[in-house]
């Protein structure tokens, strides 16, 4: 739970990821942001027609109260989620349509500034880098552009999740109550303080 974003594409051009790479890093860099590298390069600057799933490509960093955004590939120039594909079993692997090429990063705590500067980031980088990407942002600002929705989306949320701490701490787990029940019993609570409103 939590205002998110979810996107996935390709990365545009093979000869390409090192500039990709040194401009994101140089970002990270600016705003005291951790990052990874994974691999620089793609073999022979090109991509492969095979799939390999032991190797990745790109980067990966992490705003501050961010969870961590990933703009890495496969050999093939498929955007992956290397945290997905680790938890992935050979079958998941192979599906054309996996879960494993869709990253899902909360950007809730870090506010609307920083998730604004995400968006624009992306911007950017889809214009420069990346082919046949798309983007869901839960804020609407990806499609929108529009700040007052995006703020307005941010305090849904707050509230949301401030109705759903509350729920948690007024409303304990009865005696005998399985936790599915339980979390119905909640759900209801924090959708009627949410109505009420």
């Known amino acids: 739970m939590g205002l998110s974003i979810h996107y996935k594409g390709y990365f545009k051009e093979a000869g390409l990821l090192p500039d990709f790479i040194r401009e994101v890093k140089d970002v990270a860099e600016i705003h005291g942001w951790e990052y990874q590298i994974f691999g620089a390069v793609f073999p022979e600057e090109r991509f492969s027609e095979e799939m390999v799933f032991d190797k990745f490509y790109g980067i990966h960093f992490t705003p501050t109260n961010s969870e961590t955004?990933?703009?890495?590939?496969?050999?093939?120039?498929?955007?992956?989620?290397?945290?997905?594909?680790?938890?992935?079993?050979?079958?998941?692997?192979?599906?054309?349509?996996?879960?494993?090429?869709?990253?899902?990063?909360?950007?809730?705590?870090?506010?609307?500034?920083?998730?604004?500067?995400?968006?624009?980031?992306?911007?950017?980088?889809?214009?420069?880098?990346f082919r046949d990407f798309e983007m869901k942002d839960e804020s609407y600002y990806w499609e929108t552009n529009d700040e007052e929705k995006l703020k307005i989306q941010f305090k849904i949320y707050d509230s949301l999740m401030d109705n759903f701490v509350l729920a948690l701490e007024t409303l304990p787990l009865q005696k005998d109550e399985d936790i599915s029940s339980y979390f119905e019993r909640l759900m209801k609570c924090v959708n009627d303080l949410k109505n009420s409103k």
């Open 69 to 129: 955004i990933s703009l890495v590939f496969l050999s093939n120039g498929r955007m992956i989620c290397p945290v997905r594909v680790k938890f992935s079993d050979r079958v998941q692997l192979e599906q054309k349509d996996s879960w494993i090429y869709t990253n899902s990063v909360k950007t809730q705590y870090a506010g609307v500034v920083v998730h604004q500067l995400i968006i624009h980031f992306f911007r950017y980088l889809n214009n420069k880098y």
